[in-house]
């Protein structure tokens, strides 16, 4: 339209004025009409969210003259406070045309003309005249499509030049209205999908879906198209209206207008410090050790802290249990087996002031520690010998190598730093595959790795379906999240954690440290994926060396099937000349001899049918020319030999269940939109949860040759003194097996749906001491196992207990039921019947066809349980049924039930009846009377000797079940007789006291 100058109260009274009732229908009708001359008509929001909107539009003028500011109102409450409606942070009064110069309002009436280019509009409104407000519109829109040609085509606004000439503001605008609908679930300690929408850039950054605004794009801005199609907010959320959409879609068709910049770093952190200040996600602080009263009961610092609790509440410690429950206590913690009969004398003999101290040290300085601690270990893995998913369950030969690493680390007492280091990224700590030959330190290192390797994986070759794979995936984030850092990563893997600061970025982007080795597009199964045991030096060495051999044996089996063919022709022409053949006319015995030639497996259809038609009696098999000829089996012989000589010098490398990054660029992280793999959201870097580093960390990443070095970069993190939670996590756990409970009742939870921790000082005091004393795990078992709190009687005082009833404080120590693998290793060592023989390939287990799983009663299968195939669709029932987990993922924290199939396990079971059997007839070997054999069955059940009343109790067993065996013959027997019926009589008893609770519950 042409330039021009207008009086405004002129022009108002030019246009008709028409009383009506307005209608949304009508106002959307106007805004329709109002775009077809270029320009887009929004809504203006009060400031407080009252009332609805007023449609508006924006006319910026030339340089020497002020913005005008448009707008009609329809069902709007008038407030009487200008304050509530603002327009770039200025007040503006509702119900009038408002002017802005130089971004501050004016009066419009103390303007005499406003001179525009574009179209004008001008509507002096009130709460009674909205009608004429509306008709004056209608009736400037009308003029304006009817002059056309008014306006050169040249002079003419696109509609994207007309919507960016809007001055549309973020702050002003939009920010009312997310800030209304929108940043209750995307802002502030909620962000759902990862999406933030407090901020331009946010927007721009965007969530796990990808960028959520696209300035001039509305139709690919992910936000707005969420709002329109009703899926943001959610049902039962209030809605913006028509009017507030429309102003949003304005805003990214004009280009996203103002705002807090453009730039990923400026968009503000998805983690605030609020979230950092989260007990367990700040690093633990060194506390004093507290004074208390009674120090004489203090033996480690360990003790100070609890005390002081203890003394605030008017507590004390239990007295100290006495030395044989001591000495149970520890060899069932710290071995997991009973105490022997030696080790008890030992014990108790030694008067020294610190024969504690030296029975701790010898304890951890066994073998058996490694074994007893590993178990612990593989839980947390989610270790088991086979792939899982129903009946296939396929084995993993060389599973077993990473249960024997743990053990030896744990016996080698291998720092809890490097312990992890090596699990996570072994094969990145060395540069084997360039090493002249692998040395027994890289070989550790790679099947160390077998950490990674635990989760169950149906895939094998021919089978790759993307939701196995990623759920192998899942479930390896969910060992590392509950394992070691004690948080149910797991959550945010479809949405932002609902209670931890944990974004679904945050847990892709942790994922996108282990996708070098696991990633989808390149997928390996599970028997084919690993790391073979040899450096590429080795490698290439063994290949020479093998093909050097098939070359040799090429050679002789050539030599053998020359000599075979050369006695199978001399045989065959005999056949052929003999009766009956020899009848055959010449052409025919040709013939006949030729097939005859040929090694039977070797024959064509047509050799085979003449064969069988000539002489299907004819044998002209290896075995028919050794039996025939002496030269042929001596020479034949003798290269068979050779062949397998030459055979045996092959050598075979060992494909171990290593986890090795694949060779190549490391694939593009994304966020999965819900968790789903089909559908890939935004680009993720690699990095850590934010909530757990400070603000703006980054991680060091150093690629290697032939590996990313992410791993190694998260183990290093994961390390590092400061860290949160690595060392809380861990203290912890072994605090929760030492005494019953953890100081963290949850102890794969430190977050917020977590429990509290009951001494956090405590806690922090070990997580310090720990990572001072260079990570050492006996170190740390020692120290607690020193103190007086470990070694206070479990008695129970009714007193204390009426004052902490769930001896939260610790004033004694918790008596605990032996976990199902001790039980079994417990009816074994005390039956004498268990095999010390530590590592190698697992004990097989035998299905029933009861449904059961038992053991094979010899010495293969009669190992320490830790020893036992771990196969997931075959569950030993004994330990099924003494709460040892089925591992469908891992198991960080076991449950510990009570039910009477354990008692009909132990009463009818196969291992406790065969246990019961093998202790009796001990019993008899080992001592010559009833009343030694009592005693000697307490020193190897309860290491301890028998009450007066308990070895009464059983020699009375005894005599009556002979009695009731022999029946009035009883008092007429010799004492040879009756010995042999009390022999019998001792296999009952066995069985009466494996069940009772002294042998299975520590006190």
Known sequence: MRHERVTLLDRYVRIPTVSRTVTPAMVEAVRA???????????????????????????????????????????????????????????????????????????????????????LMVARGGADNKGQHLAALLGLLDAARAQPSEVPAAAQPSQEAAAAALTLDFESHIVPILRAHCVGCHGGERSEAGLDLRSKASLLQGGDSGPALEPGKPEASRFLVRIEQGEMPPEGEP?????????????????????????????????????????????????????????????????????????????????????????????????????THEQLAEF?????????????????????????????????????????????????PEAWRYRDWVVRALNADMPYDQFLLHQLAGDELFDWRRAPELTEEMADALVATGFLRCASDPTYPGYTEPN???????????????????????????????????????????NALLLPALDPARWLPSETRGALLASEAQQARVQEHNRLVDERVAVLRAALAELSGTFRQRLAEEIAAA???????????????????VAPEQRNEEQKALVNRLAPMADTSDAALEQRYVAYADEARKLRAAIDAETALRKTLVLSRALVDLEGEPPVAHVLVRGD??????????????????????????????????????????????????????????WAKHFGR???????????????????????????????????????????????????????????????????????????????????????????????????????????????VITADDPASNRRSLYLIVRRSQHLTLLDLFDTPMMEVNCPQRNESIVPLQALAMWHGPAAEQAAAALAKRLVQEASDQPSRVQRAWHLLFAREPTAREASSVLAFLQEHARLACGPAYDALSDAERDALYTAAWRDAALVLLNTSEFLYVH
């Open 33 to 119: 009409l109002w775009r077809e001359v270029g320009l887009e008509l929004t809504p203006l929001l009060p400031a407080d969210g009252a009332g609805t909107p007023a449609l508006y539009g924006v006319l910026p003028g030339p340089p020497d003259a002020p913005t005008l500011l448009l707008y009609g109102h329809y069902d709007v409450q008038p407030t009487g406070d200008p304050a509530l409606w603002r327009w770039h942070d200025v007040p503006c009064a509702p119900f009038e045309p408002t002017y802005f110069r130089e971004g501050r309002p004016v009066d419009p009436w103390s303007l005499d003309e406003v001179a525009l280019d574009g179209v």
């Open 239 to 339: 809605a913006p209206t028509a009017e507030q959409v429309a102003l949003l879609r304005a805003w990214v068709a004009a280009g996203a207008p103002g705002g807090d910049g453009s730039s990923d770093l400026d968009a503000p952190p998805r983690v605030s410090e609020a979230d950092r200040s989260f007990w367990s996600f700040r690093p633990p602080q060194r506390p004093a050790v507290p004074a208390v009263r009674d120090s004489a009961r203090v033996r480690t610092p360990i003790d100070a802290f609890l005390l002081a609790r203890l003394e605030a509440a008017g507590l004390t410690f239990n007295p100290d249990a006495p030395k044989p429950v001591l000495l149970r206590r520890l060899t069932f913690d710290l071995w997991g087996l009973p105490p």
């Open 348 to 396: 108790l003999a030694d008067e020294r002031p610190d024969a504690y101290e030296r029975l701790v040290d010898r304890l951890l300085a066994d073998p058996a520690y490694g074994e007893r601690w590993a178990r612990h270990w593989l839980d947390v893995a989610g270790y088991a010998d086979s792939d899982g998913y129903l009946a296939a369950d396929r084995l993993r």
């Open 468 to 510: 196995e794979i990623h759920q192998v995936i899942s479930d390896t984030m969910q060992i590392l999240g509950t394992g070691l850092l004690g948080l149910t990563l797991q959550c945010a893997r479809c949405h932002a954690h609902k209670y931890d600061p944990i974004s679904q970025r945050d847990y892709f982007a942790l």
């Open 579 to 597: 009766p009956p053949p020899g009848a055959l006319a010449a052409e025919e015995r040709t013939q006949l001899a030729s097939a005859l030639a």
């Open 677 to 734: 793999h089909r559908r890939p959201g935004a680009p993720v870097e690699p990095g850590v949860p934010e909530a757990l580093a400070p603000p703006g960390f980054q991680l060091s990443i150093e690629p290697g040759y032939k590996t990313s070095g992410r791993r190694l970069a998260l183990a290093r993190w994961l390390v590092r003194p400061d860290h949160p939670l690595t060392a809380r996590v861990h203290v912890n756990r072994v």
């Open 742 to 852: 953890g100081l963290v009742a949850t102890v794969a939870n430190f977050g917020r749906s977590g429990a509290s921790p009951t001494h956090p000082e405590l806690l922090d005091w070990l997580a310090c001491e720990f990572v001072e004393q260079g990570w050492s795990q006996k170190a740390l078992h020692r120290l607690l196992v020193l103190s007086t709190a470990y070694r206070q009687s479990s008695a129970h005082d009714a007193a204390k207990a009426a004052v902490d009833p769930e001896n939260v404080l610790l004033w004694a120590w918790r008596p605990q039921r032996v976990e199902g693998e001790v039980v079994r290793d417990s009816l074994l060592a005390v039956s004498g019947k268990l095999n010390r023989q530590m590592g190698g390939p697992p004990s097989p287990v035998l299905p029933q066809p009861d449904g059961s």
